[in-house]
C-alpha cells in the first residue's frame, strides 16, 4: 500500500504486505492497526502463563504461553517495520510454536521421550538457520501448513475421547476462531483492490491477529485441560468474571 507520511524504517523489504495504507497514522509504525491488534494476543498469553504457574502445571505449558506471547510481540515489530529481518523474526517463531504444540499433542505417548525434544530442537535450528540463508517464500507457507496439519489427527483424538462439555466447548472455539480469522486474513489478502475501494478498511488481517489470539489461548486451555485429566488432576473449566474460560485442578497432596 502507498505510503502517506514519511518512513522512519525506510523503503519496506519485506516480501509481503497486508491491505493496510503504510504509515498512515505515525512515521514510527508503518502498519498500524496490524501491528496493535497483537495486544490482545499478548494479554491472553499472559492470563494463560498466570494460570499455568500458579496451579503449578507442567513447565511446558508456561513455555507455550511465552511462546505466544513471542509470536505476538515478533508480529508487532514485523508489522511496525515491514522489514525482511523482522518478516523473518515473525515467520520463524511461528514454526517454532507448532513444534511446541506438536510436542505437546504427541509426547504422552511417545515411547522414547528424550528424542522427540532433541528432535525437535534441532529441527527447530535447522529450519532457523535455513530461513535465515535461504529467505522461503511460499515454501515457508507450504511448510507451516503442513507441520499444523500433523496436529489435526491428535487436537481430534483429544476431542473426542473428551466427555467433559465445557472442554468441549473450548474445542469448539477453537474451530470457530480459525475459521473466521482465516475468513478475514483470506479477504484482506485476495479482495484488497476491492477493499480500497470501501469507504473503510474493515482491517482483515488486523482481525486475524485478534481472532487468533483467542484461537491460541483456546487451544492451550483445552490442551492443558486434557493433561490435567491424564495426570489425575479432576480439571474443570471455569470462567474468570464469567466470561474467559480457564482451567482449575485439584492435585492431590503427594503431587
Given at each position: 500500500?502507498?505510503?502517506?507520511?514519511?518512513?522512519?524504517?525506510?523503503?519496506?523489504t519485506?516480501?509481503?504486505?497486508?491491505?493496510?495504507?503504510?504509515?498512515?497514522?505515525?512515521?514510527?509504525?508503518?502498519?498500524f492497526?496490524?501491528t496493535?491488534?497483537?495486544?490482545?494476543?499478548?494479554?491472553l498469553?499472559?492470563?494463560?502463563?498466570?494460570n499455568?504457574?500458579?496451579?503449578?502445571?507442567?513447565?511446558?505449558?508456561?513455555?507455550?504461553?511465552?511462546?505466544?506471547?513471542t509470536?505476538?510481540?515478533?508480529?508487532m515489530?514485523?508489522?511496525?517495520?515491514?522489514?525482511?529481518?523482522?518478516?523473518q523474526?515473525d515467520?520463524?517463531?511461528?514454526?517454532?510454536e507448532?513444534?511446541?504444540?506438536?510436542?505437546?499433542?504427541?509426547?504422552?505417548?511417545?515411547?522414547?521421550?528424550?528424542?522427540?525434544?532433541?528432535?525437535l530442537?534441532?529441527?527447530?535450528?535447522?529450519?532457523?538457520?535455513?530461513?535465515?540463508?535461504?529467505?522461503?517464500?511460499?515454501?515457508?507457507?507450504?511448510?507451516?501448513?503442513?507441520?499444523c496439519?500433523?496436529?489435526?489427527?491428535?487436537?481430534?483424538?483429544?476431542y473426542?475421547?473428551?466427555?467433559?462439555?465445557?472442554?468441549?466447548?473450548?474445542?469448539?472455539?477453537?474451530?470457530?476462531?480459525?475459521?473466521?480469522?482465516?475468513?478475514?486474513?483470506?479477504?484482506?489478502?485476495?479482495?484488497?483492490?476491492?477493499?480500497?475501494?470501501?469507504?473503510?478498511?474493515?482491517?482483515?488481517?488486523a482481525?486475524?491477529h485478534?481472532?487468533?489470539?483467542f484461537?491460541?489461548?483456546?487451544?492451550?486451555t483445552?490442551?492443558?485441560?486434557?493433561?490435567?485429566?491424564?495426570?489425575?488432576?479432576?480439571?474443570?473449566?471455569?470462567?474468570?468474571?464469567?466470561?474467559?474460560?480457564?482451567?482449575?485442578?485439584?492435585?492431590?497432596?503427594?503431587?
Amino acid at each position: 500500500m502507498a505510503e502517506t507520511l514519511s518512513s522512519f524504517w525506510g523503503p519496506v523489504t519485506s516480501t509481503k504486505e497486508c491491505c493496510e495504507t503504510n504509515y498512515a497514522h505515525s512515521s514510527y509504525i508503518a502498519e498500524f492497526y496490524n501491528t496493535i491488534s497483537n495486544v490482545p494476543t499478548i494479554l491472553l498469553a499472559l492470563i494463560g502463563l498466570i494460570n499455568a504457574l500458579w496451579q503449578r502445571f507442567e513447565k511446558r505449558f508456561s513455555v507455550l504461553h511465552l511462546s505466544n506471547m513471542t509470536l505476538a510481540i515478533g508480529s508487532m515489530v514485523y508489522h511496525a517495520t515491514l522489514q525482511r529481518v523482522q518478516q523473518q523474526g515473525d515467520e520463524t517463531p511461528m514454526v517454532w510454536e507448532v513444534l511446541l504444540y506438536i510436542y505437546i499433542l504427541y509426547s504422552p505417548d511417545w515411547h522414547y521421550r528424550s528424542t522427540m525434544p532433541i528432535f525437535l530442537f534441532l529441527y527447530g535450528a535447522g529450519f532457523a538457520i535455513a530461513h535465515s540463508v535461504l529467505n522461503f517464500g511460499i515454501g515457508f507457507k507450504v511448510h507451516y501448513i503442513i507441520l499444523c496439519l500433523l496436529c489435526v489427527p491428535r487436537m481430534y483424538k483429544y476431542y473426542i475421547y473428551t466427555q467433559d462439555v465445557t472442554a468441549k466447548r473450548l474445542a469448539k472455539l477453537f474451530v470457530g476462531t480459525l475459521v473466521f480469522g482465516s475468513l478475514f486474513g483470506f479477504s484482506d489478502r485476495v479482495f484488497c483492490k476491492e477493499i480500497s475501494r470501501l469507504p473503510f478498511n474493515p482491517q482483515g488481517h488486523a482481525l486475524w491477529h485478534v481472532f487468533m489470539g483467542f484461537n491460541s489461548y483456546f487451544a492451550n486451555t483445552f490442551l492443558m485441560f486434557c493433561r490435567a485429566q491424564q495426570r489425575g488432576w479432576s480439571p474443570k473449566v471455569v470462567y474468570l468474571m464469567g466470561f474467559l474460560p480457564y482451567v482449575k485442578i485439584e492435585k492431590s497432596k503427594s503431587q
